[in-house]
T-cell receptor
Framework: DAKTTQPPSMDCAEGRAANLPCNHS???????VYWYRQIHSQGPQYIIH???NNETNEMASLIITEDRKSSTLILPHATLRDTAVYYC?????????????FGDGTTLTVKP | SAVISQKPSRDICQRGTSLTIQCQVD?????MFWYRQQPGQSLTLIAT?????????ESGFVIDKFPISRPNLTFSTLTVSNMSPEDSSIYLC??????????FGPGTRLTVL
């Protein structure tokens, strides 16, 4: 699985968009980008994943650069409940299913 | 998505004892995964549990310390044996979804005195 790099922490004002970057410069052609978050004292929660096209669901949007070496998770209107550690993970779609390598993630703090 | 429950949610144990953590999924799954999250750290995969076969352990984890059972397609247990304070962690059960996304249980917070 390709290695990912994320900033250790970020702040965001409530109601504003939170943009969380992830660098994955060694990603290979068949690897997907997955995002999870872990709210304090809870199990991680799946947010979204993508290969090369931008993706959007009810929780967030995922923007992947054309060269696929980086991506950005966007929470369009952050709330206090979005305060969590956000993990960006890269791995093959059909390989090592369930065996995700979690880095240190980004601690997002949403402030009133 | 899968709904996963774990028991107990937390426990405080004495050094040298063992604790068995249960994981129940609301649907049948081929593989279940056990992770450990030490205080202030990220998640580390302990092992993969397939029904009907021995669990596969990651580097640094051994069966004698973390025996796993997988009696059917919706249930698994992880035992933390001969515990020491270094075993104080959150233990998480996980399964994969149709798009290889992962779903996690709420975790078991273990404190070893």
């Amino acid at each position: 699985d390709a290695k990912t790099t994320q900033p250790p922490s970020m702040d965001c004002a409530e109601g504003r968009a939170a943009n969380l970057p992830c660098n994955h410069s060694t990603i290979s052609g068949n690897e997907y980008v997955y995002w999870y978050r872990q709210i304090h004292s809870q199990g991680p929660q799946y947010i979204i994943h993508g290969l090369k096209n931008n993706e959007t669901n009810e929780m967030a949007s995922l923007i992947i650069t054309e060269d696929r070496k980086s991506s950005t998770l966007i929470l369009p209107h952050a709330t206090l409940r979005d305060t969590a550690v956000y993990y960006c993970i890269v791995r093959g779609y059909n390989t090592n299913a369930g065996k995700s390598t979690f880095g240190d993630g980004t601690t997002l703090t949403v402030k009133p | 998505s899968a709904v996963i429950s774990q028991k107990p949610s937390r426990d405080i144990c004495q050094r040298g004892t063992s604790l068995t953590i249960q994981c129940q999924v609301d649907s049948q799954v081929t593989m279940m995964f056990w992770y450990r999250q030490q205080p202030g750290q990220s998640l580390t995969l302990i092992a993969t549990a397939n029904q009907g076969s021995e669990a596969t352990y990651e580097s640094g984890f051994v069966i004698d310390k973390f025996p796993i059972s997988r009696p059917n397609l919706t249930f698994s247990t992880l035992t933390v044996s001969n515990m020491s304070p270094e075993d104080s962690s959150i233990y998480l059960c996980s399964v994969s979804g149709g798009a290889n996304e992962q779903f996690f249980g709420p975790g078991t917070r273990l404190t070893v005195l």
